[in-house]
């Protein structure tokens, strides 16, 4: 069984088999109330958090947009998070809320500051401080 985590803290979704203990964005303790959904599996699973943490004007385009099955890619490779993150990205620009929205929408399931931090150290990324980031190609 998956579940649908929400914060109350930072108000941000997130997923988890069996159940999660910290959010995984701000590191608050959960109780049992913050379950707002199930899900059968990990695709179903990504796909809901992607959606719950996108803005809510989005989410019904995104919703018609995102394919029902998502393949959960476990390994990505470096052209698989690539791509994530130029999708991400906004002119050049991205915050880690749309990276995470990219990864997710593309079923990989990797921690998003490894991603951030990996861009960085490669020289893809420059951070520009509270979670937003610049594309550097």
Do not use: W
């Given at each position: 069984?998956?579940?649908?985590?929400?914060?109350?803290?930072?108000?941000?979704?997130?997923?988890?088999?069996?159940?999660?203990?910290?959010?995984?964005?701000?590191?608050?303790?959960?109780?049992?109330?913050?379950?707002?959904?199930?899900?059968?599996?990990?695709?179903?699973?990504?796909?809901?958090?992607?959606?719950?943490?996108?803005?809510?004007?989005?989410?019904?385009?995104?919703?018609?947009?995102?394919?029902?099955?998502?393949?959960?890619?476990?390994?990505?490779?470096?052209?698989?998070?690539l791509?994530?993150?130029?999708?991400?990205?906004?002119?050049?620009?991205?915050?880690?809320?749309?990276?995470?929205?990219s990864?997710?929408?593309?079923?990989?399931?990797?921690?998003?500051?490894?991603?951030?931090?990996?861009?960085?150290?490669?020289?893809?990324?420059?951070?520009?401080?509270?979670?937003?980031?610049?594309?550097?190609?």
């Open positions: 069984m998956y579940y649908v985590i929400k914060c109350i803290n930072c108000e941000r979704h997130s997923g988890s088999k069996g159940r999660a203990k910290k959010c995984p964005h701000c590191g608050s303790i959960f109780s049992d109330s913050e379950v707002v959904g199930t899900m059968d599996s990990a695709g179903d699973l990504q796909r809901a958090v992607a959606l719950a943490n996108m803005p809510t004007e989005l989410r019904d385009e995104m919703a018609r947009k995102m394919p029902r099955n998502i393949e959960v890619i476990s390994k990505p490779s470096p052209g698989d998070l791509l994530a993150i130029e999708d991400a990205s906004i002119d050049g620009k991205l915050t880690t809320e749309m990276l995470s929205s990864l997710l929408s593309r079923g990989i399931m990797i921690e998003v500051s490894y991603v951030i931090q990996e861009a960085i150290s490669q020289g893809l990324l420059f951070d520009c401080g509270e979670e937003n980031f610049v594309l550097l190609q």
